[in-house]
């Protein structure tokens, strides 16, 4: 964790922000593409946690002192306030990824039953009232998303993407990320970017879809890491009163934050 508050930012590198279970894997993919100009052969041979390893994980430093790949690309689930003296001055390039908050729970109430260095998740209603109490790891995801998207105003080395976005338009938000990271594609590169990043190849990409874990650390036989993939799960698990619950509570915490997410399709 030091590590990372104290991390020295080159203004080369590249660092991914997400509150977990936002698409930020989804992201390290497109990243490492549109790095290697949509030439897979990285993103199929290095694990995205050493190509894009957590700056608060324990092995984040060793990895970054033996990678050699350029640029740097780092990745964080770290709030605002603990990043940002490590940030300041950076001309690091910074991508926010958010995704709809009852996709997140849901996904990340699957991600609890399979990861066995998370507490179990307990019944679905008692994990959606930790996730909207912000006591999950990470906490809370209102505080996440409005500090570190209302930061747009004022740096402009970030961008904010959000996972709808990706789904939806998977080919301009590729070209949108190309451009902030001045690494401008042609169409061919395109094509392979969005090929290499599609939910079916990163499901077969064992190296991001956590199937050379140990089942000890992450049991596919609860949930998979690559599950569903779509807007509106959150839709099979929420009921009618726990949507209502979590409408209330969205919308007084979210009341000056000008964001408008797309919960379904
Ligand atoms: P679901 O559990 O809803 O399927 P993160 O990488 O932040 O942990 O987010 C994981 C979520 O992103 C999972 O959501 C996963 O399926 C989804 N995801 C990963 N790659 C994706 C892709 N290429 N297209 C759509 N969803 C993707």
């Given at each position: 964790?030091?590590f ?15 509150y977990?279970k936002?698409g ?5 993919e497109?990243?490492g ?10 993103i199929?041979?290095?694990p ?6 957590w ?13 050699s ?10 709030h605002h306030?603990?990043?940002?003296p490590?940030?300041?001055g950076?001309k ?21 039953k399979m990861?066995n ?8 209603p008692?994990?959606?009232?930790q ?8 906490g809370s ?17 970030l ?24 690494n ?7 094509n392979?970017?969005?090929?290499h ?7 077969d990409n ?7 874990i140990?089942p ?7 949930s998979?890491f ?7 799960d ?5 009921t ?11 919308k ?5 934050c ?8």
């Amino acid at each position: 964790m030091q590590f990372a508050l104290k991390f020295p930012f080159q203004d080369t590198d590249i660092l991914i922000v997400s509150y977990p279970k936002s698409g930020t894997t989804w992201m390290q993919e497109i990243v490492g593409l549109i790095t290697n100009r949509g030439d897979p052969h990285l993103i199929q041979t290095v694990p995205n946690w050493t190509r894009a390893p957590w700056l608060e994980q324990y092995y984040a430093a060793a990895v970054l002192e033996a990678s050699s790949i350029i640029p740097r690309v780092v990745t964080t689930h770290l709030h605002h306030h603990l990043l940002a003296p490590a940030l300041h001055g950076s001309k690091a390039k910074v991508i926010y990824v958010s995704r709809n908050p009852k996709d997140v729970a849901v996904s990340f109430y699957h991600y609890h039953k399979m990861a066995n260095f998370l507490p179990g998740p307990g019944t679905f209603p008692e994990f959606l009232n930790q996730f909207l109490e912000g006591t999950l790891c990470f906490g809370s995801w209102f505080d996440h998303v409005k500090d570190w998207s209302s930061q747009t105003a004022t740096m402009n080395n970030l961008l904010h993407i959000t996972y709808e976005e990706m789904w939806l338009n998977i080919r301009g938000t590729i070209k949108r990320i190309s451009s902030f990271l001045q690494n401008p594609l042609v169409e061919d590169e395109i094509n392979n970017c969005v090929k290499h990043s599609s939910f079916s190849s990163m499901k077969d990409n064992k190296m991001v879809n956590h199937t050379t874990i140990p089942p000890e650390i992450i049991d596919h036989s609860k949930s998979s890491f690559m599950r569903k993939g779509m807007i509106g799960d959150w839709k099979n698990m929420f009921t009618e009163e726990q949507n209502q619950h979590f409408q209330n509570i969205f919308k007084s915490k979210m009341q000056n934050c000008p964001l408008e997410f797309v919960w379904e399709v």
